[in-house]
């Protein structure tokens, strides 16, 4: 230490380094300087280059996706619209086969309970006229016996006993007349 005690610098040269010193840092620090232009810088640039590009490339697929999906969105609008639209004629339809299917349903339960009065006018009508026939031949043996009765004798002629019943029916039905037009 004793070398550093003779030599050494007093005052404001304390804080100044000699100029062989210096000479070698400059020298030193343009080399450097000059490796990192040569070989740093270029690699640094070159690194924010891709950097850039894959920022502008994403960048792009974004704009891209974003309007791919704008449009997707205007198709399913349009989708979304049509289908409602389909869905609307749909229902319309379905309401004019069921009022289709409801007027054919009316049609035939008008036909069948038609024909059921049909059916049910023929068969009151046979059973009228079974009624009738058999009330001509009830009304025919009471009035034929109820004749014996009166007369005495045995009516044993069936024309003539036909031609009794007949005439005594002519003229309830001529008195039955009579008495509706009354009535009326």
């Known amino acids: 230490m004793m070398w550093l005690a003779e030599g050494a610098p007093k005052g404001i040269g304390l804080f100044v380094p000699p100029w062989d010193e210096v000479i070698i840092s400059a020298i030193c620090l343009a080399v450097i300087a000059w490796a990192v232009g040569v070989y740093g810088v270029p690699r640094y640039l070159a690194v924010l280059d891709e950097r850039a590009a894959v920022i502008e490339g994403g960048i792009q697929r974004a704009e ?12 399913l609008g349009a989708e979304k619209e049509a289908a409602r639209i389909e869905a609307a004629k749909l229902r319309d339809e379905a309401k004019a086969d069921a009022a289709a299917i409801q007027a054919a349903a009316k049609a035939a339960a008008s036909d069948e309970a038609r024909r059921v009065q049909e059916a049910a006018q023929r ?13 001509r031949q009830d009304i025919g043996a009471l009035a034929t016996e ?17 031609r009794v019943i007949d005439r005594f029916l002519a003229d309830l039905d001529a008195q039955a007349r009579a008495e509706a037009g009354k009535g009326a």
């Open 146 to 162: 109820l004749a014996e009765r009166i007369v005495g004798e045995s009516m044993k002629d069936s024309a003539l006993a036909g």
């Open 64 to 75: 891209a996706a974003e309007a791919e999906i704008a449009s997707i969105r205007a198709g």
């Open 123 to 135: 068969q009151i009508a046979s059973e009228r006229q079974a009624a009738e026939v058999s009330l």
